[in-house]
Nanobody, 125 residues
């Protein structure tokens, strides 16, 4: 049974940092591209970052470039999102997702077939 569990969310002040983790079970994470999405209240889900499995290349939404870093540890079946210089507009529920293939291009939600339950990130003073 495929399962994705995110953790590491919480309340942080503007300018602070958080590291999200997504632990996968029931499949070999190393075969698939992985992404992080987020959804703020009243807004559509948006792609944040993606990491490919072939060459480890990454992609980021413009809003988080230079502040967020995605990484993966295939041996631990885990993907991470390091978030620095957090802003109030980063407040959202963050989800990890498994791409249907090994390479992600863009953040079309229909290209992802497994999703975690989400973890809340709140940036506020």
């Amino acid at each position: 049974q495929v399962q994705l569990v995110e953790f590491g969310g919480g309340l942080v002040q503007p300018g602070g940092s958080l590291r999200l983790s997504c632990a996968a079970s029931g499949f070999t994470l190393g075969y698939y591209a992985m992404s992080w999405f987020r959804q703020a209240p009243g807004k559509e889900r948006e792609g944040v970052s993606c990491i490919n499995t072939r060459d480890g290349s990454t992609d980021y939404a413009d809003s988080v470039k230079g502040r967020f870093t995605i990484s993966r540890d295939n041996a631990k079946n885990t993907v991470y999102l390091q978030m620095n210089s957090l802003k109030p507009e980063d407040t959202a529920v963050y989800y990890c997702a498994v791409h249907r293939g090994s390479y992600c291009s863009g953040f079309d939600p229909y290209e992802y077939h497994y999703w975690g339950q989400g973890t809340q990130v709140t940036v506020s003073s």
